[in-house]
């Protein structure tokens, strides 16, 4: 049986008898993605990528789309956050510290915006190609 991935965070799971050699690594890499899921804080510099960032969440690799805390920097331009894959359910808390307002998109469904020195806790519904994105920070 091959190596298979969680849904939402992108771990491996080591399939049976696979990976003689290198478990330790993989092991040790599944490790630091989950405690980037959990605890991560990662700043997303929106300086060198115009008017759009795709935030993605690789299978077995660390990616920028795996930090539970987003700190948004140095946009020039009002952005675009397009969350990858559309299929992933991802629970984010944002601080938007970039000078400008960034739109979180996932599919087709809502968006949430977040205006430059604010802040957001937000979800992203993991529906695929109509997925949606809800400020859970109005509900409060």
Same mark, same amino acid.
């Given at each position: 049986m091959p %190596?298979?991935?969680t849904d939402n965070?992108?771990?491996e799971k080591i399939g049976l008898g696979e990976k003689a050699g290198a478990w330790g690594t993989t092991t #040790? /890499? #599944?490790f630091d993605i989950i405690d980037r899921l959990t605890n991560g804080v990662g700043t997303i510099d929106l300086s060198g990528s115009g008017a759009s960032h795709t935030l993605t969440t690789s299978d077995g690799s660390l990616s920028d789309g795996m930090f539970k805390v987003l700190v948004l920097s140095s946009a020039t331009q009002a952005c675009t956050i397009t969350? %990858?894959?559309n299929d992933a359910d991802k629970l984010y808390f944002v601080? #938007?510290?970039s000078g400008q307002t960034a739109t979180f998109t996932q599919g087709s469904g =809502? /968006?949430?915006s977040? =205006? =430059?020195g604010e802040a957001a806790i937000i979800f992203a519904d993991g529906a695929g190609s109509g997925a949606?994105?809800?400020d859970f920070s109005t509900l409060f």
């Open positions: %190596s298979t991935y965070g992108g771990i #040790n /890499n #599944n969350i %990858s894959p601080q #938007n510290s =809502a /968006n949430v977040i =205006a =430059a949606a994105v809800t």
